[in-house]
């Protein structure tokens, strides 16, 4: 049974840094599409950037510039390090893996974990 486990969340004051980890258990093989999503309260899940096995990423245009997604092919693990910060980056970050081949933002990814909760506020 695939498993993703999150963790790295936290508060922090806007203009901080985070990194979120990723943990993939239960696939002998590697996910060609892994992602972040974020659902803020009352709104939709949204994509915050995708990486396929060969390394290529995408991000959402709010997180441009100050997010960064990467992957430990050997560790089975994802990332996403945030910098500077904003309140409205406040949401729960979720996890996604897909076997591909076709990698998006949007939340159609077979395998999601829990969620660990970001709040940036002052």
């Known amino acids: 049974q695939v498993q993703l486990l999150e963790s790295g969340g936290g508060s922090v004051q806007p203009g901080g840094s985070l990194r979120l980890s990723c943990a993939a258990s239960?696939?002998?093989?590697?996910?060609?599409?892994m992602a972040w999503f974020r659902q803020a309260p009352g709104k939709q899940r949204e994509g915050v950037a995708y990486?396929?096995?060969?390394?290529?990423?995408n991000y959402a245009d709010p997180v441009q510039g100050r997010f960064t997604i990467s992957r430990d092919a050997a560790k089975n693990t994802l990332y996403l390090q945030m910098n500077s910060l904003k309140p409205e980056d406040t949401a729960m970050y979720y996890c996604?893996?897909?076997?591909?081949?076709?990698?998006?933002?949007?939340?159609?990814?077979?395998?999601w974990g829990q969620g660990t909760q970001v709040t940036v506020s002052s």
């Open positions: 996604a893996a897909d076997l591909g081949p076709y990698c998006s933002t949007r939340p159609n990814y077979e395998h």
């Open positions: 239960g696939y002998t093989g590697n996910f060609y599409c």
């Open positions: 990486i396929n096995m060969r390394g290529s990423t």
